[in-house]
Every structure is written in structure tokens, then in C-alpha cells.
């Protein structure tokens, strides 16, 4: 079935620095992907998304490249600050929706 | 545009007693997801309401959850009686409609309601 497998976290971080979080899927035909962040005592808000292969999703200085060739959505920050910190979660979508997957959630902490 | 709502935010009961939550989606979205996260998982779906007709229960626990969607819109979920593995966050979701404000392939989330079983 459809899934969605994330690094492990706690990702620890000083301010400034390059950040990958590595997210890789399973799935039939060609979903679109999701990273939701969920700040500490919120509910998750939407990062950013693709829907296509090769589609790159961005958004507050994050970005993520859809590979299908890789079955990966890995996301990036070139320079993070301490209100990166949270937990990012990594989703799928099948082609019709009503459906969300997510992986098991990655906390960040960025250090001053 | 109005996000998901949900209360109570926060509530403490004691195992055994009854609980309910309560949702209201996004104006227009036809579709509602309960989910359960544990303290370090990511969200677990519970329940999916398209309008007001379950899609998907089967993660549900129907000896003790149950949630309604009257009308379509807003929600309940209720666990009766609660046991101490119940303690999770319970967060509601919306989708659908493409409305102004909203994309019809995204899941809008609510704060949430952090249940704790003592």
C-alpha cells in the first residue's frame, strides 16, 4: 500500500546552517507530496507541495524536488533559524485526494 | 479565510469517562478527516466523512470512538469510555470545494485537542 518513510529525528541544527530531511514513498501510479509542519501545542500547516514528477515545491526559504526516479522528496533550507524549529512531516496524496499518508514526523531544533 | 476549528483546545479526564471534540471545517469543504496523533508519531486518520457519509472507518475503535458529521458540516468525535492510551492530540481536517483561499489537493488542519487519560 501507500507509505511514506522519513528520517529519524531529533535534527539538531545551529542557526545558519544547511538543513536536509530525507523523505522517500511508496506508491501506486503518480501521487502528489506534501511536507506539513506542525509548530509546538499547533496543529500541522502546509509547507509546501508537488504535484508532478520533477516539480520542485517551495515556500518560506524551503524547497523540495518531487523524483520520481528516486520515489524521493527530500526538503532543504539553506540557512535555518531558530523559528525553523518544529516537526516536519512528510505526506502523499493518490491522484484523487481523498487520501493523505504521512510519515512519522521529523523534530528540528535550531540553535542560536 | 476561516480556518478549522476545534474545541475544546485542552481536557484532562479520568479512564473510563465519556469525551467529546468538536470540528468545524472550512465553509464549503466536503471533506473531513479526524485523526489521532500520538505524543512523536505523525497523524493517524480515524475517520472520513465526504459530506455527511463515512468513506473510511477502518481505523477506527467502534467499541468505544464515535464521530457524526450531521448536515455535512461540522463534527463530533466521542470516546466512551476513555482509557489511558486515548491520551493523544485529535486533529481535524478539511478539504475540497476549491474555494477561494483553498486548494482542492490540501489538507487544512485545525489546532487540535490535546486529551489527556489519567
Known amino acids: 500500500g501507500d507509505s511514506v518513510t522519513q528520517m529519524e529525528g531529533p535534527v539538531t541544527l545551529s542557526e545558519e546552517a544547511f538543513l536536509t530531511i530525507n523523505c522517500t514513498y511508496t506508491?501506486?501510479?503518480?501521487?502528489?507530496l506534501f511536507w506539513y509542519v506542525q509548530y509546538p501545542g499547533e496543529g500541522l500547516q502546509l509547507l509546501l507541495k508537488?504535484?508532478?514528477?520533477?516539480d520542485k515545491g517551495s515556500n518560506k526559504g524551503f524547497e523540495a524536488t518531487y523524483r520520481k526516479e528516486t520515489t524521493s522528496f527530500h526538503l532543504e533550507k539553506g540557512s535555518v533559524q531558530v523559528s525553523d524549529s518544529a516537526v516536519y512531516f512528510c505526506?502523499?496524496?493518490?491522484?484523487?485526494?481523498?487520501?493523505?499518508?504521512f510519515g512519522s514526523g521529523t523534530k528540528l531544533n535550531v540553535k542560536p | 479565510e476561516a480556518g478549522v476549528a476545534q474545541s475544546p483546545r485542552y481536557k484532562i479526564i479520568e479512564k473510563r469517562q465519556s469525551v467529546a471534540f468538536w470540528c468545524n471545517p472550512i465553509?464549503?469543504?466536503?471533506?473531513l478527516y479526524w485523526y489521532q496523533q500520538i505524543l512523536g508519531q505523525g497523524p493517524k486518520l480515524l475517520i472520513q466523512?465526504?459530506?455527511?457519509?463515512?468513506?473510511?472507518d477502518s481505523q477506527l475503535p467502534k467499541d468505544r470512538f464515535s464521530a457524526e458529521r450531521l448536515k455535512g458540516v461540522d463534527s463530533t468525535l466521542k470516546i466512551q469510555p476513555a482509557k489511558l492510551e486515548d491520551s493523544a492530540v485529535y486533529l481535524c481536517?478539511?478539504?475540497?470545494?476549491?474555494?477561494?483561499?483553498?486548494?482542492?489537493?490540501?489538507?487544512?488542519f485545525g489546532p487540535g485537542t490535546r486529551l489527556t487519560v489519567l
Open positions: 481536517a478539511s478539504s475540497g470545494g476549491g474555494l477561494a483561499g483553498t486548494s482542492t489537493d490540501t489538507q487544512y
Open positions: 506508491a501506486t501510479g503518480y501521487p502528489s
Open positions: 508537488a504535484t508532478k514528477a520533477d
Open positions: 505526506a502523499l496524496s493518490p491522484l484523487n485526494f481523498n487520501k493523505f499518508y
Open positions: 465553509s464549503g469543504h466536503a471533506t
Open positions: 466523512f465526504q459530506n455527511n457519509g463515512v468513506v473510511d
